[in-house]
């Protein structure tokens, strides 16, 4: 069902739509949106595209202690980390968990292994997804911002397909780390995760190209630590608090 379908059918997205034709400025954060708003947009209003942001800061410059997190963590330095980052809630996020398992399965590798942080009612449909990777899989929760700061400059790579993702704010933090990223193709993600710039971006539902996607940045040291300043860079550059002020105050007038 098209956006204009639900705007006859759902009065709530009739309301949209009529605060969105008489607005003389109006901003989306991914071009899907716009993609979506255009046709409500009359010919002499502006529509503006504000990508998601995040106070960079706290990001850049942490302190990287990876003998701290393994012992904090329990996970062995000698081996590549994934990180997953994400609520663990039915719907889109198991979905995205259940992809991940299914991904990391197809990989077969042993010298990798798999933080996941983040907790909720799902847990144990998490768990059972990711369970054949048991043993090279560690659950620890929801942990506070400043652990997960010092978590995500110590990782390898971040490993979120994103089901229905609209842009995913920790794949901004992850990047901010100085984090290549590993996701998939669909909704917002293009617009916060910069295909072979900043990581490398899957058909939705491929898990055999996010195996292989992973499996070629471990291989591929280089590319790995280009991806890794490509990304720091995105962020520190056009993804910041200011970025986002410079693009308001050139769009109000």
């Not at 039915?90 to 995205?96: A, E, F, Q, W």
């Not at 400059?153 to 901004?172: I, K, N, Q, R």
Request: net charge neutral.
């Amino acid at each position: 069902m098209n956006w204009l379908a639900l705007l006859v059918q759902e009065p709530g997205h009739q309301a949209a739509g009529r605060a969105i034709a008489a607005a003389d400025l109006v901003f989306c954060m991914t071009r899907l949106d716009m993609a979506c708003v255009q046709p409500l947009i009359r010919a002499e209003r502006e529509l503006v595209f504000l990508p998601p942001f995040l106070d960079a800061v706290p990001f850049l410059g942490v302190e990287q202690n990876r003998k701290r997190v393994a012992q904090i963590y329990g996970l062995d330095p000698s081996k590549y980390w994934l990180l997953a980052v994400g609520m663990m809630r039915r719907g889109d996020k198991l979905r995205s968990y259940q992809r991940l398992g299914a991904a990391l399965r197809l990989l077969d590798r042993d010298d990798i292994q798999l933080l996941v942080l983040g907790d909720g009612a799902a847990r144990g449909q998490v768990v059972e997804a990711l369970s054949p990777l048991r043993d090279r899989t560690k659950l620890y929760g929801a942990v506070s911002n400043s652990k997960l700061r010092e978590v995500y400059c110590c990782c390898d790579l971040y490993t979120w397909p994103g089901v229905g993702e609209a842009y995913g704010m920790a794949y901004l933090e992850a990047q901010a780390s100085g984090l290549p990223v590993v996701a998939g193709n669909e909704r917002g993600i293009p617009d916060v995760v910069l295909d072979g710039r900043t990581g490398l971006l899957t058909p939705p539902g491929d898990d055999v190209a996010f195996a292989r996607a992973i499996g070629r940045l471990l291989d591929d040291v280089d590319l790995r630590n280009k991806l890794s300043r490509g990304a720091q860079d995105f962020v520190s550059r056009e993804r910041t608090v200011q970025a986002a002020a410079n693009l308001l105050g050139k769009a109000i007038p």
